[in-house]
């Protein structure tokens, strides 16, 4: 038992460093994206906006591998309360905007409002995010992002479609193993994450997917009977 409770302290000691050396790097990497980013507007020469351009893309990347990590050192405790699932996913459609104009990606929603849910609403903007992400990253040609939520009896559900490159059903089950990626500078990590923070929030994740045709993430939560309860919880990570 004194081991294990060693080994657990260990776990926590090294969760809590992750989670503040993350947080320390990205305030550096934000100020010089601001100042890139300056740069490349008051500059005109073809070359000097070829370079500022990759070193902006190169941040990016370095601040989603962050992300995608941090997600596993966060502390433990979910904060679990009655949120509006459409307002949510209308917030997170707001951020992930200029992302998806970039890649020539057209976003078109159909939002239901008043569907309350019990979830930690941070976790699961983070949940969707990783979601829309990938489905805008699986079009390399553009295309359009379809996001709808609705209900379905007791259930609300989101559906976030591409029209991207789509996947085999072996690749399907692969979803959310660590590590699992076919990008040249994917973590694998995101899904991972996406996948337990639904589970805690007492979802589900449905995939359909056709290779060539695109994907389609639902993801189901079950409606809240009371729209007042709010609690903290805390459960046991990835389980
Ligand atoms: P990463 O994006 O860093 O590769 P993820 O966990 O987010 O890691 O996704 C894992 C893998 O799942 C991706 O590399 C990709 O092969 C596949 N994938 C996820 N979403 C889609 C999608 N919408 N269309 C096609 N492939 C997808
Ligand atoms: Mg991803």
Redesign the pocket.
């Known amino acids: 038992i004194a081991r294990h409770v060693q080994n657990l302290e260990k776990t926590q000691l090294v969760n809590g460093l992750t989670a503040s050396i993350a947080h320390e790097i990205r305030n550096p990497l934000a100020v010089c994206r601001g100042f890139i980013q300056l740069l490349s507007e008051m500059s005109t020469d073809k070359k000097q906006l070829s370079y500022t351009s990759i070193v902006l893309s190169e941040l990016d990347r370095a601040s989603s591998i962050i992300d ?1 990590y941090l997600s596993f050192a966060k502390p433990q405790l979910h904060k679990i309360e009655c949120a509006d699932l459409s307002q949510l996913v209308s917030q997170t459609l707001n951020t992930i905007s200029s992302f998806a104009m970039l890649r020539n990606v057209t976003i078109v929603h159909q939002l239901k409002p008043y569907l309350y849910v019990m979830i930690d609403p941070h976790k699961f903007v983070q949940s969707i995010m ?2 829309m ?3 805008i ?2 079009m390399p040609e553009g295309g359009t992002l379809t996001v709808d939520v609705i209900r379905e009896k007791d259930l609300a559900v989101v559906n976030i479609t ?1 029209t ?4 085999t059903q072996k ?1 399907v089950e ?3 193993k660590p590590y ?4 040249t500078s ?7 994450a ?1 996948y337990s923070f639904i589970k805690i929030m007492k979802g589900k994740i449905q995939v359909r ?1 056709q290779l060539g045709e ?2 389609c ?1 639902s993801i189901i939560l079950p409606l809240s009977a009371d729209p007042e309860v709010s609690v903290d919880m805390a459960v046991p990570r990835y389980e």
Do not use: A, H
């Open positions: 995608d990783n979601i992400k990938n489905g990253e699986s591409d991207g490159v789509g996947m690749q692969l979803l959310g699992y990626s076919t990008k994917g973590t694998g990590l995101g899904l991972m996406t997917s695109g994907t993430f």
